[in-house]
């Protein structure tokens, strides 16, 4: 049974044994939560990065897969990247972001990773509405198959708290 925390806070000063970075397809780092991992982790990360986008993922990332890094001198093991669907309002995307979720801790469990950090996946330059994106997060999770034993759900402001937190029956 994986359990579920909240933290509001920053992400890139967890300590788990897996960081998911809510990553763009080029996984050569970005704004946001992407821009921050890789200012924290160091040069490390771009590094294997740069070797993933010269080896399988020439094209990049697909949206909703993973892949995973080394955690540079973030305080975690490994940096799992993840491409989240922008947000649509005349196409449902909602599967791909619930794989984000799905892909992220099948890596992590490939990993033996037992504790892992996630942001609030599309919910910043993809404009994924954050009541949709807790459902779907807390819903994917909920129903992983997986050996992580702990799933923290990093969230930056009071609002993504307060929300997801509701979907947790929190509040």
Known sequence: MTTIRLV?????????????????????GGGGVDGAIHRRGG??????????????????????????????????????????????????RSELLASCYRESLRVADELGARTVAFPAISTGVYRWPMQDAARIAVEAVHN??????????????????????RQLGRQ
Do not use: M
């Not at 992983?144 to 937190?165: G, I, M, N």
């Open 8 to 28: 509001q806070g920053d992400i890139t000063r967890e300590s788990v044994d897996a960081i998911v970075n809510a990553a763009n397809s080029s996984l050569l």
């Open 43 to 92: 040069p490390a990360i771009l590094d294997e990065c740069r070797k993933l986008r010269a080896s399988q993922y020439g094209k990049g990332l697909p949206t909703g897969q993973a892949v995973a890094t080394t955690a540079g001198e973030l305080d975690a093991r490994y940096v799992i990247h993840t491409v989240g669907p922008v947000w649509s309002s005349t196409e449902d």
């Open 144 to 165: 992983a198959r997986t050996a992580v034993e702990e799933v923290r759900f990093v969230l930056f402001d009071d609002q993504a708290y307060d929300t997801f937190a």
